[in-house]
């Protein structure tokens, strides 16, 4: 069914660094390091095979990679010169100071990198989400928040061919709100949006999660039942008939029976339909069917093979 897309907390995107913690590496590495890098100009090229794993840490993980890259390089240095102290017997080199600078340097030039590729990674999750959005609403009817009838048009000819597939069947729940026209003209259209918002969330809450549930158009309503039959799908949409007959939605009092009903016809892929377009024309036929009959009932279409009687007309 469908969820509801948040956008992303720019707290979230890196990890959390003490403040106090930055601010001692800062004053102590990072300055020494910016005034190597801008003033003496002074990167040997062991420093320089250093910045490359610095900045590929650096640019896909923000200035979290800034700071392990750090680590990383600072625990190879540390190990060089203990390596030289023990194999010149306790002698350190001779350039462990300007070493130890260069550390500054490549933490400077990591931390600069990281700061831009956070500022990066947050634009670029900023804008996936907002094409996720705009995906969903394309997809969505405004005000049910539902499927809408394009999205509804693809999703039931991709379970045909997944029926084709796998040899399974397929049900299409066409339903309409009886005497929807008499509700607005007594109560209004923001009452009457009110009304199909509430049984949008019961349709929700009567199929399964695998189900589509679209709004066909004005108080109509569709719904895909995958691997179901006829016969399965009229029992789900006795469930829903009977169920907003039942709901206290407001304004029903003035309703015929005073009460809020619907009518529902179905229809079965294949029994029913070998195409799309012939699916729908069939399950509309068994509503037209049950509005006239009587309204409050769910009617299943038939096949011209089969006997008339076998024709299910549940009655409220």
Request: charged share 20%; net charge neutral; hydrophobic share 45%.
């Amino acid at each position: 069914m469908l969820s509801s897309v948040e956008l992303p907390n720019k707290e979230k995107t890196s990890k959390n660094v003490p403040f106090k913690y930055l601010l001692v590496v800062f004053l102590t590495v990072v300055l020494p390091g910016f005034n190597e890098i801008f003033f003496n100009f002074k990167v040997n090229i062991i420093e320089f095979f250093y910045l490359i794993p610095a900045f590929i840490l650096s640019y896909y993980l923000g200035l979290y990679g800034g700071f392990l890259a750090i680590v990383l390089v600072s625990l190879s240095v540390v190990a060089s010169h203990t390596l030289h102290w023990w194999l010149g017997r306790g002698q350190l080199a001779s350039n462990l100071l300007d070493d130890l600078i260069g550390l500054g340097s490549i933490l400077a030039f990591s931390l600069m990198v990281g700061y831009f590729a956070e500022k990066m990674l947050f634009r670029n999750k900023m804008l996936e989400m907002a094409n996720a959005k705009l995906q969903m609403l394309a997809m969505t009817d405004e005000l049910t928040r539902l499927y809408n009838h394009r999205y509804f048009q693809m999703r039931l000819e991709e379970e045909i061919q997944r029926s084709n597939r796998q040899n399974n069947h397929l049900s299409l729940i066409i339903l309409d709100m009886d005497f929807f026209k008499q509700y607005n003209d007594t109560h209004g259209h923001p009452m009457g949006d009110y009304l199909l918002q509430l049984t949008s969330n019961l349709l929700r809450e009567k199929v399964r999660v695998m189900d589509t549930v679209a709004r066909y158009g004005g108080e109509e309503f569709v719904i895909i039942l995958a691997d179901t039959s006829g016969e399965q799908a009229v029992q789900v949409a006795d469930r829903i008939r009977q169920a907003i007959q039942d709901y206290p939605f407001p304004g029903r009092e003035t309703q015929p029976g005073g009460r809020i009903t619907v009518s529902v016809g179905i229809a079965s892929y294949p029994n029913n339909a070998t195409t799309k377009e012939e699916l729908i024309q069939r399950a509309d036929e068994a509503l037209y069917k049950a509005k006239k009959e009587t309204r409050n009932a769910v009617q299943l279409s038939f096949s011209v093979s089969e006997d008339k009687s076998h024709l299910r007309l549940i009655k409220g």
